[in-house]
Nanobody, 115 residues
Framework: QVRLVEDGGGLVQPGGSLRLSCAAS????????MAWYRQAPGNKRELIAI???????NYADSVKGRFTISRDNAKNMIYLEMNSLKPEDTAVYSC?????????WGQGTQVTVSS
């Protein structure tokens, strides 16, 4: 079992920045990929950034060039640095972890971009 806990959401003005973090605990040695998803009201959940154990990354076109995902395997943490935030980035952001047998989700953290 893996437990994921996000932190760092909040209210930010357009053009601002936020940094999300996700702490993994439990059977973390089984984790290979980790990712950030987001879901806005009325929308499907969207994969926005994914990072492998070797820190290979991939991003959705909607956040490419503005968001950066990073990983600290020693601390069992991943981060999402979000810059140049737009109102359309408003959503609940959730951390995801994948093992060979299972996948796990955090509880989510709200990010609101508004003036």
């Amino acid at each position: 079992q893996v437990r994921l806990v996000e932190d760092g959401g909040g209210l930010v003005q357009p053009g601002g920045s936020l940094r999300l973090s996700c702490a993994a605990s439990g059977s973390t040695f089984d984790i290979y990929n980790m990712a950030w998803y987001r879901q806005a009201p009325g929308n499907k959940r969207e994969l926005i950034a994914i990072i492998s154990r070797a820190s290979t990354t991939n991003y959705a076109d909607s956040v490419k060039g503005r968001f950066t995902i990073s990983r600290d395997n020693a601390k069992n943490m991943i981060y999402l640095e979000m810059n140049s935030l737009k109102p359309e980035d408003t959503a609940v952001y959730s951390c995801w972890a994948g093992t060979i047998r299972d996948q796990y989700w955090g509880q989510g953290t709200q990010v609101t971009v508004s003036s």
